[in-house]
């Protein structure tokens, strides 16, 4: 069964102090490490893939990694409209629909 | 393009009631799937589909009945509402097949059971 777990459940930071995000993961056959960012009141977007270990993906102050146990999302001089949920979600290969599992998600606040 | 389009988007039952959230999507996506969200639990899936004709259970189907006759469309029906049901639910769509592209995810539709 795959796993996700992602740490810390709340992170609160000061406006440009960088920080990173942690998610866990259990899988058999990794077919893709997914990150995403959630407003209030809206669904998740989309923010990154990942496929293999050692691969990196950047979007504005945002900056996904991978290894073969865990992903990081670190964040750099965050800026108050970062602010937001953070899910990671992991895609296996075992099972003809490859369903993602996600985790808990970190809850993220930007201090101006 | 719209998207993945949810309705309604706020919604009050009494228990034993029954209703359907509707869930379209305009990108000829063959995989749809329905998750509830509830505080410190995350994204629980309720069906999915992976084509027309063709629907599966998830992690949390009790309570719950999904058809899938169109490409389009994905309705997720509550038979007889219960409080345990009360949450925010979301539709999602990806390519389908093996391709592990992202999901795309509507705005939600919050469903009060009192």
């Known amino acids: 069964e795959d796993q996700v777990t992602q740490s810390p459940e709340a992170l609160r930071l000061q406006e440009g102090e960088s920080s990173s995000l942690n998610c866990s993961y259990t899988v058999s056959g990794l077919r893709g490490l997914f990150w995403y960012r959630q407003d209030p009141g809206k669904g998740p977007e989309f923010l990154f893939t990942?496929?293999?270990a050692g691969e990196e993906k950047e979007k504005e102050r945002l900056k996904a990694t991978l290894t073969k146990k865990e992903s990081f999302l670190h964040i750099t001089a965050p800026k108050p409209e970062d602010s937001a949920t953070y899910l990671c979600a992991v895609q296996g290969g075992t099972g003809g629909s490859y369903i993602p599992t996600f985790g808990r998600g970190t809850s993220l606040i930007v201090h101006p | 393009n719209a998207g993945v389009t949810q309705t309604p988007k706020f919604q009050v039952l009494k228990t034993g009631q029954s209703m359907t959230l509707q869930c379209a999507q305009d990108m000829n996506h063959e995989y749809m799937s329905w998750y509830r969200q509830d505080p410190g639990m995350g994204l629980r899936l309720i069906h999915y589909s992976v084509g027309a004709g063709i629907t599966d259970q998830g992690e949390v189907p009790n309570g719950y009945n999904v058809s899938r006759s169109t490409t389009e469309d994905f309705p997720l029906r509550l038979l007889s509402a219960a409080p345990s049901q009360t949450s925010v639910y979301f539709c999602?769509?990806?390519?389908?097949?093996?391709?592990?592209?992202?999901?795309?995810f509507g705005e939600g539709s919050r469903l009060t059971v009192l």
């Open positions: 990942l496929y293999s």
């Open positions: 999602a769509s990806r390519r389908g097949g093996v391709d592990t592209g992202e999901l795309f």
